[in-house]
C-alpha cells in the first residue's frame, strides 16, 4: 500500500494520536448501547419497509442533486407542454373573437330564393312575391328585410355623362334592383348621399346608387350636383354611393335602382332573392318560418340559405387552425418523452453504485425502480408545469398584442402539469426498470 | 427457537456447503463447498489473493448474491427460502457494509449520508436523523455533519461509511478492503475502530489481502480457489 499524496489534514489520523484516541473512547461509548442489543428484539421490525414520503424525498433529492441537467432534460417537455397549452389557448382565443364577427354579420343574415331544382328546363318552380319583404317583416325576429335583383341588360353599357373617364363608350357593370329595405337589410354604408325609399319606387324614379367601386370607375365621387348616368339609352341620377355590405359583395360592383325603376326599364318580374337581417339568434327560426310566410302554398320550392346552427363555426375553426399546431405539440412532447426516458437511463449508468449501496442498505428492486420511477415523473411535473405558465403567457401575451380577449380553458391549464407526469412516468418505465435489474455486486465492485 | 437462543446463543453466522458458480462458458465455480460459521462477538477476517473468491464470499454474506447451492442462515434465518424483498429488509437490518471506496453520495450531506442505511428499514426520519448525528458525533465527525463527502479526506469518508453501517444497528458489519484507499495512519486508525467494535461485542468479518489488517483479527480465513483453509 502506497502513501496517497497529502490531502486535507485527517484529525483522526497520522500524528494526531491522542486526539484520535480520544474519539475512538467517545466511539466505545455509544457503541456499546449498540451492540449489546439483542437480535431479537429487532425481528419483528422484518416487515416494515421504508415510508412512501421517504422514498419521494430519495426522489426529489436525487432530481435536485444535478440542476442543470434538470433544467436540460425538462425542455423537451417544457417545450412541448407550451405549444400544447399555446396551441389550445390562441386556438380558443381566437376562434372567440372570430366567432364574435360572425356574430354580427353571417349569424344574422338569411337569404331566401328559389329552388333551381325541381322546376322544368332549369327553370325555378315559383317565383319570389314582390311583398315578399312586407311578409317577412312581420315574422318576430326580423331587423330588416330587402329584395335583390340581377337585371338583363343586354347590351346596354353604362357610362357618366360629364364625360369624366376616358372610357367613351361605357362600362359594362352590372345592373342591380332592390327594394328601399335591401342596404338595410345587408347593413348598407354610404359614402355620401342617400339611399332611395319606398317613394322612389312607388313612381318609378329614375334613380341609382352606385357601388364604391362603380362609382370609382365612371368617375363619380360627389352626389349633390346630382350627377346624371346613362344605362344604355336611358339617363338615371345617381342619388348616393354605397361604401360597405356584408354578405352581398357584388353590390359594391353594381349600380343599383328601385324595383319600380326596373320593372319599367327591363320589365323585371319577380325579384331573384329576399335578404334578411335578423336579430341575434334568430336566424335559425326565421330561416324556418321564411319559406311558409313568403308562399304558404309551396314552401319547399324555396332555398333558404341561413348561417349554421351555433358552435358549429366556432367548431370547425378552431379544429382548423389547431390541428397542425396539436400535430406539432405531440411531437414536441414525444421528443421530450424520449429526452426524459435518455437523460434518466443515462444517470441510471452513472448512479450504479448508488443503486448497489441503496440495495446493499435494504432497498429491494422495486424501491430502486420506485425512486427512478419517481424521479421522472418529478422532471415530467416540472417540464409540464414549466411549459403550462410559458403556454398560458404567449396564449396571453399574444391577445394583449392583438387586442384578444384570451379565453384560457381551466382544465386545459390544470390537465397540462399532469401530462407532464405522465410523460415523464412513461419515460421512466424502461429506466426504472433498467436500474432495478442491476445487480448490487457488479454495482459495488468498482471503486 | 427463543429457548436455545438463551441457553446458547446462536452463530450470526452459519453457512454449510455453501456453493456459488457463474454460468459460463466456461463455467466460473467462484466458490465450492464453503463452511463458515461467525459466532455472536466474533472478529474474523478472510484473507486471500485477488481472484480466490473473497469478493463472492462477501457478497454472498452481505446477500448481495445468491449461492448456487447449499445453507446459509443469518441470525437462524435460513436465507435461501426469503423472496427477494424479504432479503432486502433483512439485508438492511442484520448487515453493515463497509467499501473500499466508501460509496458515499456526493450530493448528500454527511449526515444524510448515515441517515440513508435506516431508510429502506422504516425508521422515522426525525429518529433517523437524531441517530445518526449520535453516530457521527461517536466516530469524531460532529463537525463535518453538514459537509458534502467530498470535501472530506479519505479517512474521515471511511468513518461516515462506519458510522452508516453501524447507526442501522447490524448484528453483522461486513468490510470489504476498509484501509484499501487510505494510507497507513488513516488505515491504522480505522482498525483501531474495529478493534473498539470488537472489543464492545460487535461482530465483524473483515475482507482484505493486507496481511497487516488481517493479524489484528481474532480469527483469520484464508481462501484460496473458491475453497476455505484454517
Known sequence: MVTPPAGPPDPAGGPSTSRSAKLLRRTRLALAGVVRRGAGSRRKRLTRGPAVRDLLDEALAGVAARPTRLILTTLGTVLGIAALVGTVGLGQTAAGQITQRFDLAAATRVVVQPDDKGGQEGEAATQLPWDAPERIARLNGVDAAGTVSQLEVGDDLVRSVAGLDGQKEGHALQVMAGSPGLFDAVRGGLTTGRFFDAGHDKRGDRVVVLGKNAAERLGINRVDSQPAIFVGDQAYTVIGILDSVSGRAELLDAVIMPNGAAKLAYDLESPDAVEIRTAVGAAQLIAGQAPVAIDPNNPSALKVDAPPKQGGVRKGVESDLNALFLLLGAVALLVGGLGIANVTLLSVLERVSEIGLRRALGAARRHVAAQFLVESVIVGFLGGLLGTAVGVLLTVGVSWFRDWTPILDSRLSLGAPLLGAVIGLIAGTYPAWKASAIQPITALRGT | ?230
Open chain 2, 1 to 230: 427457537m427463543s429457548a436455545t437462543a438463551v441457553a446458547l446463543p446462536a452463530p450470526v453466522v452459519e453457512m454449510i456447503g455453501v456453493r456459488r458458480f457463474f454460468p459460463g462458458p466456461p463455467e466460473v465455480q467462484a466458490i465450492r463447498e464453503v463452511d463458515l460459521t461467525i459466532g455472536q462477538g466474533e472478529y474474523l477476517s478472510i484473507v486471500g489473493p485477488s481472484g480466490s473468491g473473497k469478493s463472492t464470499l462477501l457478497h454472498l454474506l452481505g446477500l448481495l448474491d445468491n449461492p448456487t447451492g447449499g445453507v446459509y442462515r443469518l441470525d437462524g434465518v435460513d436465507t435461501l427460502s426469503l423472496r427477494e424483498r424479504r432479503r432486502a429488509v433483512l439485508r438492511g437490518e442484520r448487515i453493515g457494509f463497509v467499501f473500499q471506496s466508501f460509496h458515499l453520495l456526493d450530493h448528500r450531506t454527511v449526515l444524510e449520508n448515515v441517515a440513508l442505511s435506516m431508510v429502506y428499514v422504516g425508521v422515522p426520519r426525525r429518529e433517523r436523523i437524531a441517530r445518526a448525528r449520535v453516530a457521527l458525533e461517536r466516530v469524531g465527525l460532529a463537525h463535518r455533519m453538514d459537509f458534502a463527502p467530498t470535501t472530506l479526506s479519505g479517512g474521515e469518508r471511511q468513518r461516515v461509511a462506519i458510522a452508516r453501517a453501524l447507526v442501522a444497528e447490524p448484528s453483522l458489519l461486513l468490510a470489504d478492503e476498509p484501509t484499501g484507499n487510505l494510507d497507513s495512519a488513516n488505515a491504522e486508525a480505522i482498525l483501531e475502530v474495529f478493534d473498539e467494535l470488537h472489543h464492545e461485542g460487535m461482530t465483524l468479518a473483515v475482507i482484505t489481502h493486507d496481511d497487516n489488517v488481517s493479524r489484528r483479527a481474532q480469527r483469520q480465513v484464508r481462501i484460496v480457489d473458491g475453497t476455505l483453509q484454517w
